[in-house]
């Protein structure tokens, strides 16, 4: 494998890795409240089909993002409800939301477009367009690094770099931050927060409503950036393998960025089965290939890469003494 090859699988590499990087953090905020959320497959579907129909309407990626963002939030609202207000079992209510979103997003975008519940493809202003850095034309021709910064870190669309920029400031928010400091406390020991006169409800709400926020951002990367526009079921259990590494992270933040980049590069390896055969000398079935990020999910929650302990209190509603 030449360099060439090697930065085109990188380039690959982060481009499919955002949206799980971005699903991730969504998780890591829920989790580290005590709110299990395996409804982040759902919520990102639902932000896909609206801001990929949205943009499509107004010609306006941005107001097709906010139209994400709203309906990923919709939907955080409603496991919110089920988990926190009526203290519903969390797994049912995520996957009631999953199977939810899998549906109405289809019937929808059939209803509104005709077309096998697609929406038509999206160009132009309708689409995050690839941003290019300063100097990247300048320094394409140094040896070694200007391919690297040309082709690798230059040419993603906004949403890209938002996500990656979200990893500090995820680290930040939740250590060195007084609301961070009480999510976490909340996501340990509800009661202790709840004794110090802190809001347990009203935390566990703010940290619903950032998975929302951020489901919604992946969701309309993969419509708007990723992809020209919505397919059903386009994201391909992303939610799921992004809980799988918040769990290969242990709820870090900067070590679900190197998760998510492990996933995606095994999601860029399925496009280039060429490159996998000529590293490993024998043709490889392509099936086989697709399957490597789900397989690494299931060796990762089966538990054989270390031990994770997940917040103590995750889980369980909370119930307030009287």
Known sequence: ???????????????????????????????????????????????????????????????????GIGAS???????????????????ISGVALNFLAAGMTVLVAQRLFGQGGRTPPLSGEARFNPVTLPFAESLREVPVLGPLYYEVISG???????????????????????FGLRLRAVGEN????????????????????????????????????LQAGFGKDMTAGRGYIALAALIFAKWRPVAALWAC?????????????DVVEAVVQMKVPVPFLDALPYILTVVVLAGFIGKAIPPRAGGEPYVKER
């Open 261 to 273: 980049l492990l996933f995606g590069f095994f999601q860029a390896l399925a496009l280039r089965p």
């Open 156 to 178: 993603h669309s906004l949403l890209v770099y938002a996500a990656l920029g979200l990893v500090p400031l995820s680290w930040w928010v939740l250590n060195r931050t007084r």
């Open 190 to 225: 509800p009661a202790a927060v709840d004794t110090a006169g802190v809001s347990v409800v009203g935390l566990r709400f703010a940290a619903v409503a950032i998975t929302g926020v951020l489901c919604g951002l992946a969701g309309a990367y993969m419509a708007t950036a």
């Open 1 to 67: 494998m030449d360099y060439a090859t090697l930065l085109q699988l990188l380039d690959s590499t982060l481009r499919l890795a955002t949206p799980l990087l971005l699903a991730c953090l969504a998780g890591l905020f829920s989790e580290r409240s005590g709110i299990f959320d395996i409804g982040l497959e759902g919520k990102m579907l639902a932000a896909a089909m609206a801001s990929g129909a949205v943009a499509f309407l107004t010609g306006s990626v941005w107001l097709g993002l906010l139209a």
């Open 73 to 91: 939030l919709v939907f955080a609202l409603i496991h919110g409800l089920a988990s926190i207000t009526f203290r519903g079992n969390q797994l």
